[in-house]
């Protein structure tokens, strides 16, 4: 698998900057609802051809680094 930067990016002139698959107009957050819902592989790569597993493996693993970079601050009460 490449690293998920090989496969999504975000620009301004694109989407108002929403994570996208590249070379798409596909936003990142569609595709990981989609398979939140239950959605195979195969049927998302059928609705949207322009797509590959790759990509979708990208875009989990997107969503994992920016899980794992996420900083909480507690405030106190």
């Given at each position: 698998?490449?690293k998920?930067e090989?496969?999504?990016?975000a620009?301004?002139?694109?989407?108002?900057?929403?994570?996208?698959?590249?070379?798409?107009?596909?936003?990142?957050?569609?595709?990981?609802?989609?398979m939140?819902?239950g959605?195979?592989?195969?049927?998302?790569?059928?609705?949207?051809?322009?797509?590959n597993?790759e990509?979708?493996?990208?875009?989990?693993?997107y969503?994992?680094?920016?899980i794992?970079?996420?900083?909480?601050?507690?405030?106190?009460?």
């Amino acid at each position: 698998m490449k690293k998920w930067e090989n496969h999504i990016e975000a620009n301004p002139e694109i989407m108002y900057g929403k994570p996208v698959i590249k070379g798409t107009r596909i936003p990142v957050d569609l595709i990981l609802e989609k398979m939140s819902n239950g959605t195979n592989f195969q049927t998302i790569i059928s609705d949207y051809p322009d797509l590959n597993e790759e990509d979708l493996y990208a875009c989990l693993a997107y969503a994992t680094s920016l899980i794992r970079n996420e900083v909480t601050i507690s405030l106190a009460s």
